[in-house]
């Protein structure tokens, strides 16, 4: 049975969480996946109240299938997957949106070209060149007329480009106008790397590059998250003048070894010794 155009797109589009969410300027938080491999890690992110995930498949040896597992299941519970994949690795991203991606992240974006053909990978005609397929677990493997199904796949996808270079950033305004671009981000720790001034998220070439960032984006409409800022304060700074408040709370590996460590720490005191080389009395 074919189902209501508009139904479909709707219903697709609600799965589009986090894009509908920063339009709004409501807080998204995302958990960040590098070593898990499993769907479990999806649940977890879920019970401690995120709403999204991300896989890092630019930084990690995660493997397709284990990456769109942990997606599917993600969707199935509420969640938005994101994948972030290698750079300029178009040919995987309709694999990944086939298998449970809800959305891809691609780094070092510095051209239109770049983002138009970034769009061409995720976006089904006429918006883009994705290859045609009968029905996703998007929909729940619905049957649905073609040009029905195209509309609700390319809203039901967000696609969010990373600036990560002083090119990036000298055409970021025509980058995020780019159509079929969601969301626009700066990697500021790749960022103050190339501006020569590697981890000073306070130098004033990288605030610069903030400042005109948050202008470009602002007068093309399009939300922009600004990550790799380790200093709280500054970051909630630039959501209030006027970034997307897109919160990524950690990357699993990160948070495990605090937790570690907390772990240590509070087994050994709770025999009264404060590091592993003392002796119990």
Request: charged share 20%.
């Amino acid at each position: 049975m074919v189902q209501d155009s508009a139904t479909a797109s709707a219903d697709a589009a609600s799965t589009n969480l986090v894009v509908s969410r920063l339009r709004q300027r409501l807080p998204v938080t995302a958990l960040g996946i590098r070593a898990s491999r499993t769907p479990d890690i999806a649940r977890i992110a879920k019970a401690s109240g995120h709403h999204s995930i991300w896989i890092d498949l630019e930084h990690s040896s995660i493997a397709i299938d284990a990456a769109v597992q942990i997606c599917a299941a993600a969707m199935d519970i509420g969640l938005m997957p994101f994948v972030r994949v290698p750079e300029r690795e178009y040919g995987v991203i309709g694999r990944l949106l086939d298998g449970g991606a809800g959305g891809i992240i691609a780094p070092r974006i510095e051209t239109v070209a770049q983002a138009e053909d970034l769009v061409a990978a995720c976006r089904f005609p006429p918006l883009g060149h994705r290859s045609a397929i009968g029905t996703l677990p998007h929909v729940g493997y619905r049957k649905m007329a073609a040009a029905d199904f195209n509309v609700a796949m390319n809203r039901a996808t967000a696609l969010k480009v990373l600036i990560e270079s002083p090119l990036g950033i000298e055409n970021i305004e025509r980058i995020a106008a780019v159509p079929g671009i969601d969301i626009v981000g700066i990697g500021t720790n790749d960022l103050s790397a190339e501006l020569g001034v590697a981890g000073d998220f306070k130098h004033p070439l990288v605030r610069a590059a903030h400042e005109t960032a948050l202008a470009a984006c602002l007068r093309v409409g399009k939300p922009l998250a600004i990550g790799g800022i380790a200093d709280a304060a500054y970051s909630a700074e630039l959501v209030h003048r006027g970034a997307a408040p897109f919160l990524m709370t950690g990357i699993d590996t990160d948070m495990l070894l605090a937790a570690a460590h907390e772990r240590v720490a509070k087994a050994l005191s709770s025999v009264g010794v404060e590091n592993g080389d003392a002796v119990v009395r």
